[in-house]
């Protein structure tokens, strides 16, 4: 097992300043969150059981599950009904419509930042100010669960990095070194199919795996030109304009029509691009760190053989993509809230946070005051601290900008299967985002 017990706090530098939304962690002199629920609610009451949706990958059904099993060891009157959910497109309209008939469970683990906002919490979802831990929830995280004011979410997980696993034992027989540019990656692909290998895993079954390319880009948008997220929310940019925003779509067309693809990339499936990866059935997969958790489950003799590295960009030195956890969130309608919130208070905690690093694995910087990892993580783990040790990252779109359309990953299935064009893909989804911009009320649209 590569993790050890022995501790070292890593701090979460700001992620990047950009627009009005402040990246900046809080102050280490804040109090320390009580690692114990209250009791005062769960202890005295008849036995209750939460209901509880979650996507249905490894991670989150993992992280979920522990924190849940430990809940119910301090308090056995609280037992969890758990639910599992396709996560993309699919699963967004599962808990937007649950949410709107008012038949969402008593829990459920959802996105931060863009995808909160489209759920209208204000409307829909139950406040949390009022919990004793909220104030060891960094300001980083908060900003991403936050509207008008009022905080709905606690973080599950860690920040994550989007860019590129690779694996560490080709790249070691060809001679490989980790590009830092576009045209180097390009280079390394070329040698790698020289080599009669598989240069770029893509697994379009799973068609949010196919939006890496396009998302995990961004901070190289924000490293040319970091004014484009407000000026995108003020409809004063498109990914259709061209370079920097459009270069995502440009590199996924040009991976396909290189000829750089697993034959079987329309058909694999996240499960597989990451056994692909881990087991050198192929060098790259495009993907966020949360992955690390398959790799553990379902790999785990090649954990120390994939390593991590910031989607290359056109210049060199290319910044790390960075996205903030995903969110324990519950509905307003919930009958028992109080022991929802006593739960979520629970998960506030640094002791949690260790629950969730031997559930799945330190997989990066936790966003609670208090919470550290092992001095021993995984590579792709210390291939990405770095990016964060030297303030080389730049946030997501979806932390610095309300719009996200929801056909992104359909339209970036298309292009990395040569059925539309970069330039066609860039500009069907700036349609593609007006309908929420206006929904949101934005300005300009």
């Not at 407000?230 to 991976?255: L, M």
């Not at 398959?294 to 954990?303: G, Q, Y």
């Not at 210049?315 to 109080?338: F, K």
Request: hydrophobic share 40%; net charge negative.
């Amino acid at each position: 097992m590569p993790f050890s017990h022995r501790r070292a706090a890593y701090g979460l530098p700001a992620l990047i300043a950009v627009s009005a939304l402040s990246l900046a962690a809080c102050s280490s002199g804040s109090s320390s969150p009580d690692s114990s629920s209250s009791g005062e609610t769960t202890d005295a009451m008849e036995p209750v059981e939460l209901s509880f949706l979650v996507d249905n990958t490894e991670t989150s059904v993992g992280v979920v599950n522990a924190l849940t099993a430990a809940y119910t060891a301090e308090h056995p009157n609280v037992t969890f009904a758990v639910e599992e959910r396709p996560g993309g497109g699919d699963g967004d309209n599962i808990v937007k419509t649950r949410l709107q008939t008012g038949e969402m469970s008593d829990l459920f683990f959802y996105n931060s930042g863009s995808l909160f906002q489209a759920l209208a919490p204000t409307r829909t979802l139950l406040p949390i100010d009022d919990l004793p831990n909220a104030g060891a929830i960094q300001d980083t995280f908060k900003a991403g669960v936050t509207a008008d004011g009022s905080l709905y979410g606690v973080p599950a997980g860690t920040a994550m990095g989007g860019g590129v696993m690779y694996n560490i034992p080709m790249y070691e027989e060809l001679g490989l070194e980790v590009p830092t540019s576009w045209d180097e990656f390009m280079d390394n692909n070329q040698a790698i199919l020289d080599a009669g290998k598989v240069p770029v895993i893509q697994t379009f079954a799973d068609t949010w795996t196919s939006q890496l390319f396009v998302l995990g880009d961004f901070a190289n948008v924000l490293k040319a030109d970091p004014e484009w997220a407000d000026k995108y929310t003020a409809n004063e940019a498109k990914y259709a304009d061209g370079s920097p925003a459009i270069d995502g779509f440009v590199h996924q067309q040009e991976v396909y029509e290189a000829g750089y693809l697993n034959e079987d990339f329309a058909s694999a499936t996240f499960a597989d691009g990451v056994r692909m990866v881990a087991q050198g059935e192929g060098a790259h997969y495009p993907m966020l760190t949360f992955a690390l958790a398959e790799v553990i489950a379902n790999s785990p003799d090649n954990v120390d053989d994939v390593g991590f590295f910031a989607l290359p960009g056109a210049s060199t030195d290319s910044p790390l993509t960075t996205w903030l956890g995903a969110g324990i969130y519950a509905p307003n309608t919930t009958e028992h809230a109080d022991v929802v919130k006593d739960f979520m208070n629970f998960v506030a905690t640094p002791e949690a946070c260790d629950i969730q690093t031997e559930a799945v694995g330190a997989q990066g910087p936790y966003f609670v005051d208090g919470c550290t990892l092992p001095d021993d993580v995984p590579q792709m783990v210390a291939d990405m601290l770095p990016y964060f040790d030297a303030n080389n990252t730049g946030p997501a779109l979806e932390f610095v900008s309300p719009i996200k359309g929801p056909a992104l990953e359909q339209i970036t299935v298309e292009v990395g299967s040569g059925i539309r064009t970069a330039e066609d893909g860039a500009a069907l989804y700036d349609q593609d985002v007006e309908k929420q911009a206006q929904q949101l009320g934005l300005e300009g649209w």
